[in-house]
């Protein structure tokens, strides 16, 4: 639940003001209210946030004129925020064209994802929003689904949401939205495309696609961010890029930086990199803590690859990851991670139970590095079994006792250890991290140290997963 702090870590800017004031727009000023607590900020790239601005509410479900969150969406000027009115009756707001506007900054809230959603015609193929502004579009409280961008002349990009800037999303859900290349081209970020930063802050990105007609190149079946991908409290599952011929990353692509924490990356496809394909330049810092890489499937490497700049791993688990092929280019790769040249490091994690399907589960690799790629002497508390890379003495490499992925009390899957597990107290915990990825109550170090992985086994905490909440399954699309 933090990030080098006890405290849930709260995205930079400063923050927006929450003045519920009578009628369809009211000014906000400087002086926070405790209202604002769970919202993000808004500013755009490089620019100081705003001293004052709009709140402008929609009052009703309908598509266009007065009241509607097309019409307030239209009447915002760069820094605004449109908002649900608390009284909103309805619950479904079904757009009949793609919303599209270029204020640089813009926030579109709702009252929460279980009671605000965002869905479009089926006529409709031109996605539900788009950003056309350079700065930063938040989304917060919300679902968005159904969305479909269909593209013949140029890539199909963000099938629910596409921003020439950045992108914040807040406590909601992107899910059931399709990004599809037609003739020849191809489709990048079913759900969601951002020409900068995607965040995720306690939101969900599953059930997206992103196809190609003629098995044309697809990439980040859930999310493609060109900015790199900032997740915190966040799952990214069950998203497929699906062609005949070359998809990377199911359930997202950057070749941006990124940053992971208390996070799942579960149940996701594509022929290459199931769970996620990430290449920034080279010299970015990129960290994935409190972490569970889980159920993804590829061709090749059916976790993730990691190539480009160095990698930071910390008290991850990735296992459960199922690649059909065990080579590329005559090179030996790894079911659940395959890093790039440079020297990683990788603390208290446990890569293993990977399979790769020309293998068995006890020879299958599950960490592998392309040329130049070494692990570091700061990599210590390791469970790694099968790697083509040398390993840090101490380290763990028999098979794993895991159960299967389930909530285990919380929101994002983890596989709880048994009290057999050779993982239970034999890892250690960085400076700072007092939960394991569930948050609290559930403490980071229980007993004599720290567990290596995700979860911490605590056997005196009894916790009952949430009768409402489901493990998401990759969809069937519909080409």
């Known amino acids: 639940m933090n990030r080098h702090t006890s405290t849930p870590r709260r995205l930079p800017l400063a923050g927006l003001v929450l003045a519920f004031v009578a009628g369809p727009c009211a000014t906000a000023g400087a002086a926070p209210t405790a209202q604002a607590i769970d919202t993000l900020p808004l500013v755009g790239q490089g620019t100081a946030a705003p001293t004052t601005f709009n709140i402008r509410f929609y009052t009703n479900c309908d598509d266009d004129g007065m009241g509607s969150l097309r019409q307030a969406v239209n009447a915002s000027v760069s820094g605004d925020s449109v908002r649900a009115s608390p009284t909103l009756s309805c619950s479904t707001i079904t757009l009949q064209s793609p919303l599209t506007f270029g204020q640089a900054d813009l926030d579109i809230q709702g009252l929460g994802s279980g009671r605000t959603t965002i869905t479009a015609a089926a006529s409709v193929d031109g996605g539900l929003i788009n950003h056309i502004g350079s700065g930063r579009l938040n989304l917060q409280f919300l679902t968005l689904t159904g969305g479909h961008k269909y593209n013949s002349s140029a890539q199909a990009k963000g099938g629910c949401v596409y921003s020439a800037g950045d992108v914040a999303i807040n406590g909601s859900r992107i899910t059931g939205c399709m990004a599809k290349g037609l003739g020849s081209q191809a489709a990048v970020g079913g759900g969601v495309f951002s020409e900068g930063l995607t965040s995720l802050r306690l939101s969900e990105v599953s059930g997206n696609v992103a196809a190609s007609a003629s098995g044309t190149y697809t990439s980040g079946g859930g999310m493609y961010a060109v900015g790199g991908v900032d997740m915190d409290r966040s799952v990214v599952a069950a998203n497929a890029a699906t062609t005949t011929t070359n998809s990377w990353g199911g359930g997202f692509t950057t070749p941006g930086a990124v940053t992971i924490v208390n996070s799942a990356i579960i149940n996701n496809q594509a022929r290459v990199?199931?769970?996620?394909?990430?290449?920034?330049?080279?010299?970015?810092?990129?960290?994935?803590?409190?972490?569970?890489?889980?159920?993804?499937?590829?061709?090749?490497?059916?976790?993730?690859?990691?190539?480009?700049?160095?990698?930071?791993?910390?008290?991850?688990?990735?296992?459960?990851?199922?690649?059909?092929?065990?080579?590329?280019?005559?090179?030996?790769?790894?079911?659940?991670?395959?890093?790039?040249?440079?020297?990683?490091?990788?603390?208290?994690?446990?890569?293993?139970?990977?399979?790769?399907?020309?293998?068995?589960?006890?020879?299958?690799?599950?960490?592998?590095?392309?040329?130049?790629?070494?692990?570091?002497?700061?990599?210590?508390?390791?469970?790694?079994?099968?790697?083509?890379?040398?390993?840090?003495?101490?380290?763990?490499t028999t098979p794993s006792q895991l159960l299967p992925l389930a909530l285990n009390g919380a929101s994002r899957p983890t596989h709880a250890l048994r009290p057999t597990d050779p993982d239970v107290d034999a890892g250690s915990a960085p400076s700072g991290q007092t939960y394991d990825q569930r948050g609290a109550p559930f403490l980071r170090t229980v007993g004599a140290q720290a567990d290596i992985g995700a979860f911490e086994l605590d056997p005196d905490l009894i916790f009952r997963d949430a009768f409402d909440a489901s493990i998401p399954t990759i969809p069937v699309p519909s080409l």
């Open 273 to 396: 990199s199931g769970g996620a394909h990430i290449h920034p330049a080279s010299g970015s810092v990129n960290t994935i803590t409190n972490t569970t890489v889980s159920g993804n499937s590829a061709w090749r490497v059916g976790g993730l690859t990691c190539v480009g700049g160095t990698f930071t791993i910390a008290s991850s688990t990735i296992t459960a990851n199922v690649s059909l092929f065990g080579d590329s280019g005559g090179r030996i790769i790894g079911g659940g991670l395959d890093l790039g040249a440079g020297t990683h490091t990788i603390v208290s994690t446990l890569v293993t139970g990977n399979l790769v399907a020309d293998a068995d589960f006890i020879d299958s690799i599950n960490l592998s590095g392309s040329s130049g790629a070494s692990l570091g002497t700061g990599g210590n508390h390791d469970h790694i079994s099968g790697s083509t890379l040398a390993l840090p003495s101490g380290t763990i």
